[in-house]
């Protein structure tokens, strides 16, 4: 199986800073990895298909960029309602794996 | 406006059987191969099942492979997990995902699966 590893698993930062997060996979999965993010209670939401491609009515702050195994999640200027739990999940294989999450909070 | 409605979830025993449903509407269900993604509670995400547009071919991960079976109706765009066997390392929140564009891109809001005695 492909394992995802998310890193940091917690990143604390003010409102304003710009961020990036990463996703590692076992092995090179060309540019078929997924991004969501996760709020509190709620269900998750695509954020970035493919690896940099984006998804219609998501803010333009988010952008993705990577490929083969290294990926990244960029957030230009956090603002309050991005503080959540994102997981980066990979479509190279049938069996679907995710990452362990990378949590967004205050600071 | 795509939407996902699970039902079916519940309290269960440990070796007992659940079958949960997710009733799409939206979109055409039937061009598209859906899933299944769990959570159990606080902690990640974790992909349990897919299906192909026909039904023909479905995949999963050996943690619920040879107990759960995933089918599809698409004259009534509904997605079924018959759930066998079930442990309470099974306890979740099972939301119904598409997989239109890329990604799972769009989901229901979850319904809750208790395993316990």
């Known amino acids: 199986n492909i394992v995802l590893t998310q890193s940091p698993a917690t990143l604390s930062v003010t409102p304003g800073e710009s961020v990036s997060l990463s996703c590692r996979a076992s092995q090179s999965i060309s540019t078929s990895i997924h991004w969501y993010q996760q709020k509190s209670n709620e269900s998750p939401r695509l954020l970035i298909k493919y690896a940099s491609q984006s998804i219609s009515g998501i803010p333009s702050r988010f952008s993705g960029s990577g490929s083969g195994t290294d990926f990244t999640l960029s957030i230009n200027r956090v603002e309050s309602e991005d503080f959540s739990i994102y997981y980066c999940?990979?479509?190279?294989?049938?069996?679907?794996?995710f990452g362990a999450g990378t949590k967004l909070e205050l600071k | 406006e795509v939407q996902l409605v699970e039902s079916g979830g519940g309290l269960v025993q440990p070796g007992r059987s659940l079958k949960l449903s997710c009733a799409a509407s939206?979109?055409?269900?039937?061009?598209?191969?859906m899933a299944w993604v769990r959570q159990a509670p606080k902690k990640g995400l974790e992909w349990v099942a897919t299906i192909s547009t026909s039904g023909s071919r479905t995949y999963y991960p050996d943690s619920v492979k040879g107990r759960f079976t995933i089918s599809r109706d698409n004259a009534k765009s509904s997605l079924y997990l018959q759930m066998n066997s079930l442990k309470s390392e099974d306890t979740a929140t099972y939301y119904c995902a598409s997989l239109t564009t890329g990604g799972f891109d769009y989901w229901g809001q979850g319904v809750m699966v208790t395993v316990s005695s």
């Open positions: 999940q990979q479509s190279y294989s049938s069996l679907y794996t």
């Open positions: 939206g979109f055409t269900f039937s061009n598209y191969y």
